[in-house]
């Protein structure tokens, strides 16, 4: 195989996954943060204009939210946009 092909598919390989565990932690927060607020995923969809059915997608990590998302799911939970996307387990409500 060629080394330049090889090196691009460990590239594209990497990028994937940092964007799946992006994914991962994000939806690890909300549900965290959303659970904290004694929220229903139907409530918190109401609050940023989204179905419970795309609020669990969020969760699960199967969908990737956009900035205005993210921003519209800190408002609804009362925390920094920055701390939806933090992967220390411990992040805390502000």
Same mark, same amino acid.
């Given at each position: 195989?060629n ?8 590239? =594209? ?16 927060? %909300? ?8 929220l229903? &995923?139907?409530?918190?969809? %109401? &609050?940023?204009?989204?179905t &419970? ?14 900035i205005? %998302?993210?921003?519209?799911f =800190?408002?609804a ?6 701390? %939806?996307?933090? =992967?220390?387990?411990?992040? &805390?409500?502000?």
């Amino acid at each position: 195989m060629n080394p330049e092909n090889t090196s691009r598919a460990r590239i =594209a390989f990497e990028r994937k996954n940092a964007e799946m565990n992006m994914r991962s932690i994000i939806g690890h927060n %909300l549900r965290k943060f959303r659970e904290e607020c004694k929220l229903s &995923q139907h409530a918190l969809g %109401l &609050q940023v204009g989204m179905t &419970q059915s795309a609020v669990s997608h969020m969760e699960s990590g199967e969908c990737n939210p956009t900035i205005v %998302l993210i921003e519209r799911f =800190a408002k609804a939970l009362n925390v920094s946009p920055a701390q %939806l996307l933090n =992967a220390d387990k411990d992040a &805390q409500p502000r």
